[in-house]
C-alpha cells in the first residue's frame, strides 16, 4: 500500500519530518510518502493560508493518484483543499479534522479541541458544525504556542496537558483530539499527564496517526469518496493555473 502526505507548506524542515512521525503510524507494509507545495504558506493559522495552499495542495492530489498512490492525507486540521481535491482523484483522500470530529463523537458525548492558536477556534466550530457534530464540541482551547515553534516538545506537552485537563474539569470534555497535526506523536505523554492529574478515562486523540489508520482501512476495502458527491468538475477555460 502507498499513501502519500500532502503537507500544505513550503517549509523544507516539514518533508522529512513528516516521513520520520507519520511513520510508526503506518503498517510495516505501508509506503508512506511526503510532498511538500512548491507554491504556498510557511504554515496554515488562518483562512487566508488555506485559500493561498489549496491549489497546490489538489495538484499534488492529482499526481499522487498519478504516481499510483493508493491514498492521500492532507497534513492539516484545516483540511484545506479537500473537497477540491476529491472532485479531481478517485483514491480517498482524507482530512485529519473531519476524520478527528466524526471519531471522536463516536467515542465521547463530549469533545474538546486543543489547538495551537486562539486565532483557530473559529475553524473548529466551522468544522464541528459541517461534520454535524456541533452539539458535542465542548470547547476549544489553545496552548498558544505556534505552528513553527511546536518542535519544543516539552514545552508542548506541558502546554496540551494543562489545557487538556482545564477542557476536562471545567468544560466537560469527554476526550481530548489535538488541533493540529505537528503535535502528532503526543498523545500518550498527554494522555500520562492527565491520568498523573488524576484524571483518567480520557482518551486522546492524535488526528495525525489516525488519519493513516483510516487512508489504510478505506484503501484496504476499495472504499473511497462518492463521486456522486465529488463529480469531477466540467472542463473549461481557468486562467492562471
Known sequence: MKIRVVVPS???????????????????????????????????????????????VVRKAVEAEKDGVDA????????????????????????????????????????????????????????????????????VRAVNIPVLELGDTERVIKALTEQSAMAVTHDGAHLIVFGCTGMIGLAGDVKKGLEDLGIAGVPVIDPAILAVKVAEALADMGLSHSKRTYPLPPEKEIVGY
Open 72 to 139: 492521500v492525507i492532507i497534513d492539516c486540521m484545516a483540511d484545506p483543499g479537500l473537497e477540491a481535491a476529491r472532485e479531481m482523484v478517485s483514491i480517498p483522500v482524507i482530512g485529519p479534522g473531519e476524520t478527528a470530529m466524526h471519531v471522536a463523537a463516536m467515542l465521547a458525548h463530549r469533545f474538546s479541541v486543543v489547538t495551537v492558536l486562539d486565532s483557530a477556534a473559529p475553524m473548529f466550530d466551522r468544522h464541528a458544525a459541517r461534520t454535524g457534530v456541533a452539539e458535542r464540541l465542548a470547547s
Open 10 to 56: 513550503i517549509t523544507k524542515e516539514f518533508d522529512a519530518l513528516g516521513l520520520e512521525q507519520y511513520s510508526p503510524g503506518a503498517r510495516p507494509d505501508t509506503e508512506l510518502s511526503v510532498a511538500l507545495l512548491d507554491k504556498g504558506p510557511a504554515s496554515i493559522e488562518s483562512r487566508y493560508d488555506e485559500m493561498v495552499a489549496v491549489p497546490d
